[in-house]
């Protein structure tokens, strides 16, 4: 259904009542469903609009950045958002995942040769975004102009600082290799963890998974070898495999760089826990708003599928596997597994209750093995390595490299690498981080930090100590001058938007979160401050015991650190 509903937004700009009926009478679904899934996602619309649309980012990293003048800006020289006159026009967004080039827009145009393409650092203000809608590049971003090797290396630099440095295991080839050359790939060590595996066979792929002690980069942390095994172990047939691309959480954007850097990576770590637990067809749930990573990963299947690497007897080891690419329409809850599931399937994208979990009953009601894009960029190093000694890295609890994305008030944002167990400290000094008023940890789902917890080893036990998580790898800098109590307004709105509104305790207690920020931060409480934050307390206290899943569980976590960690009540604007 979403491949349909994609096709008709890119042509005409929007979803007419006459394109849903057709997409109802050809894939047989009654309107009503359609309709409801129509109008979930953020980037499709049920409503005329101008074939060029500028999606404005206002999400917290772009707000440190000048995202909310950006927005002021264009309302004084386009209009209202969504304004419909004219060729144009221009709305807000949620976070774009280019938090460390912010701020960020992502421009679409309609038509017979449909064009997305991203603009950022926005620094020109309102007439670079003029500029970039009366000339839309065609369809590509602009980094696919870095043609030689000191070109790729620059313009990557502002993204991964730490390019060209020795010992990087997940990010050695940013900048360094050609993402688009399969070649290249494999002058690497590309595919020879795939050689290895196919040699020592799929039961002995699991064993070194496991002895690495890989835990999921997503944000549960779930041991990835007991998930493969489970799978590998399930009668019911045929397995799926997915890679949750669908990087949503404000602040992240790991996933799109290595997608957009190091494709062939994506592609051999899906196809190697597809060959360990007998997938023959993986699907790449890939989010809306990260065109360049569409464009590069759909170049490094296609290659690998020519060279024997995907489809039917792969490498000559007679094994099947190959991907599909589903691409997201702007669905923060769709990062959720389930969610994801029933938006594959052509349904709305609302979680499922568990059990039955995933390994048991997942997409399409079969074993299904989820993992997001860095854990599965982890696995061909693995295998390379050995499993016990990538186990060896780390600490006991944490081990392996980690993937941190640094963004907000700091000289150097990007996206760094660092073994599990580096301070909070150390890696801001990596960044050129100035004096901290407080470091947000792992996204608008995560906790807020202050001062006196910047020497925290970065590790899934350094942070539980604290009270805090690492989540998605989020590290988000705020200085002295940042009105906190507007970033947690903008946090609760994010929510109070992004929630699914299938169970109550989620899309009440959202709604009811952001008034009570509204109200503290105008000074009308209802009754008193005391009052207002007992309330706080007790709205997150119900969403986190009774929210089916993890969006409405953490939806209160980030905003009543800020209120009750750092005593932030108190600030007015």
């Given amino acids: 259904m979403l491949p349909a509903l994609h096709a008709v937004q890119a042509r005409t700009g929007w979803v007419s009542r006459g394109a849903l009926n057709y997409i109802s009478r050809r894939l047989t679904v009654p309107p009503a469903e359609l309709w409801g899934v129509a109008t979930f996602y953020h980037l499709l619309s049920t409503k005329p609009r101008p074939p060029i649309v500028a999606h404005v980012c206002d999400d917290i990293a772009c707000r440190l950045r000048g995202g909310e003048a950006l927005c002021e800006s264009l309302e004084r020289v386009m209009g209202p958002p969504g304004s419909s ?155 799926y495999l997915v890679c949750n691309a669908d990087e949503s959480e404000p602040g992240t954007f790991k996933d799109r760089l290595l997608m957009e850097e190091d494709p062939f990576a994506v592609v051999e770590g899906m196809t190697l826990a597809g060959y360990a637990t007998g997938c023959e067809r993986g699907f790449l749930y890939l989010r809306g708003e990260y065109p360049l990573a569409a464009e590069r990963m ?15 007897n792969v490498m000559g080891a007679g094994f099947t596997f190959d991907i599909e ?23 709305r994208g609302e979680p499922r209750n568990k059990p039955p979990f995933p390994v048991q009953v997942g997409l399409f009601g079969r074993p299904t093995v989820v993992n997001n894009v860095e854990t599965l960029v982890n696995v061909p190093a693995l295998l390379r390595e050995g499993g016990a000694v990538y186990g060896g890295i780390g600490t006991g609890g ?7 994305c640094v963004s907000g008030e700091v000289s150097r944002p990007g996206l760094y690498e660092a073994p599990f167990g580096i301070t909070l400290r150390q890696l801001l000094e ?52 940042v009105d906190l109590l507007d970033i947690v307004r903008r946090i609760a709105e994010f929510f109070r938007d992004e929630s699914c509104g299938q169970c109550v305790p989620c899309r009440v207690g959202t709604v009811r979160q952001e008034e009570l920020l509204a109200r503290l931060r105008a000074r009308r409480p209802l009754g008193s401050d005391g009052q207002e934050l007992a309330l706080l307390k007790d709205l997150g206290q119900v969403m986190r015991d009774a929210s089916i899943c993890g969006l409405g569980q953490t939806a209160s976590s980030a905003i009543e650190s800020a209120i009750f960690r750092l005593s932030i009540a108190g600030q007015r604007s």
């Fill in 298 to 312: 759909a170049g490094a299947i296609a290659a690998a599928r020519a060279a024997g690497l995907l489809g039917d």
């Fill in 325 to 347: 690419i589903r691409r997201g329409a702007g669905a923060y809850i769709c990062g959720e597994e389930t969610a994801l599931f029933n938006s594959i399937e052509g349904k």
């Fill in 430 to 481: 990596l960044a050129g981080a100035g004096p901290v008023r407080a470091v947000l940890l792992g996204g608008a789902a995560g906790v807020f930090v202050g001062p006196a917890d910047l020497d925290v080893a970065l590790t899934f036990e350094g942070t539980r100590a604290i009270g805090a998580t690492l989540g998605s790898g989020v590290v988000m800098v705020f200085g002295a001058s």
């Fill in 85 to 239: 006159g004219g060729a144009a026009t221009w709305m807000r967004s949620p976070c774009l995942g280019q938090c460390e080039r912010a701020p960020a827009v992502l421009l679409t145009a309609a038509g017979e040769t449909a064009r997305v393409t991203t603009v950022a650092p926005v620094d020109g203000g309102a007439e670079q975004i003029l500029d970039a809608l009366r000339d839309l590049p065609d369809g590509t971003d602009t980094r696919l102009g870095a043609a030689t090797p000191a070109e790729r290396r620059r313009v990557v630099s502002r993204s991964v600082p730490q390019v060209g440095q020795s010992g990087l295991r997940l990010l050695g080839r940013m900048g360094r290799v050609d993402p688009t050359s399969l070649d290249a790939y494999r002058e690497s060590e590309g595919y020879r963890a795939l050689a290895r595996a196919v040699s020592i066979g799929p039961p002995a792929v699991i064993e070194e998974v496991v002895a690495s002690k890989l835990v999921g980069r997503g944000g549960a942390a779930f041991p990835t070898g007991r998930k493969w095994d489970a799978v590998a172990k399930a009668e019911a047939r045929p397995h």
């Fill in 398 to 404: 944490s081990t392996g490299p980690k993937l941190f």
